[in-house]
């Protein structure tokens, strides 16, 4: 009697127990899937736009009546497809973005994103040569936002690898960026996957 009166105990005891982490599971799932980066990074040459802006376009850049960049000698340079469509719908969701170049030309790519009407996408641009780990450092500091929380695009192995080593989410981007390539990228965060 007494002994079937313990193993009804342990019985309850061990489907309480199972059932608090039925619960505990399901809300680390729910956790998971909300999870969401706090700043979306991106590369500027060959991840945004099909150009090195330190070899081509060559300054003085203007828009041209055509909707446009040109160059000095009147060659067109854009953004790859939809990339503008995609910031602004990113910003109408509240996320935060930022760009990080290391070209050897900066003010051509700041001449890029002036005429693009870019900069009211991206309160954080670093923009100069050099090791990525220094311009995430600077935008860890500015925006205090840990890496753990960001996630970023680009497209050469060197950065994917110096980046994912302090624990940001890295998508080493192989086509141009685009609506899909970005879902790929927050599906990875979700998941907690990341390109080294
Ligand atoms: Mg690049």
Same mark, same amino acid.
């Given at each position: &009697?007494?002994?079937?009166?313990? +193993? ?26 909300? +999870? ?10 060959? %991840? @945004? ?13 203007? &828009? ?17 497809? =939809? ?7 990113? @910003?109408?969701? =509240?996320? #935060?973005?930022? /760009?990080?170049?290391? %070209? !050897? ?7 890029? /994103? ?11 641009? !670093? ?6 780990? %220094? ?6 500091? $500015?925006? $205090?936002?840990?890496? #753990? ?6 497209? !050469?192995?060197?950065?994917? #690898? ?21 879902? +790929?990228? @927050?599906?990875?965060?979700?998941? =907690?996957?990341?390109? #080294?």
């Amino acid at each position: &009697m007494l002994s079937s009166k313990i +193993r009804k105990g342990s019985c309850s005891l061990l489907s309480y127990l199972q059932r608090v982490r039925r619960m505990s599971e399901n809300g680390e799932d729910a956790r998971r899937a909300n +999870r969401k980066p706090r700043l979306i990074c991106f590369d500027l040459d060959w %991840t @945004l736009w099909p150009f090195h802006v330190d070899t081509n376009p060559y300054p003085p850049m203007k &828009m041209g009546k055509d909707g446009k960049i040109h160059d000095k000698h009147g060659d067109a340079y854009e953004p790859f497809p =939809g990339t503008t469509e995609m910031f602004a719908g990113l @910003l109408e969701q =509240g996320y #935060k973005m930022a /760009l990080v170049s290391r %070209t !050897e030309a900066p003010s051509v790519a700041r001449e890029m /994103l002036r005429l693009l009407d870019w900069n009211k996408y991206f309160p954080y641009q !670093e923009i100069y040569a050099g090791r990525k780990t %220094t311009h995430f450092a600077k935008i860890q500091k $500015e925006s $205090e936002i840990p890496y #753990k929380d960001m996630l970023f695009f680009d497209d !050469e192995h060197r950065n994917v #690898k110096d980046i994912s080593a302090i624990g940001v989410t890295c998508v080493f981007v192989k086509e141009p960026m685009s609506q899909n390539l970005l879902q +790929r990228g @927050l599906d990875m965060f979700t998941a =907690g996957k990341t390109d #080294k």
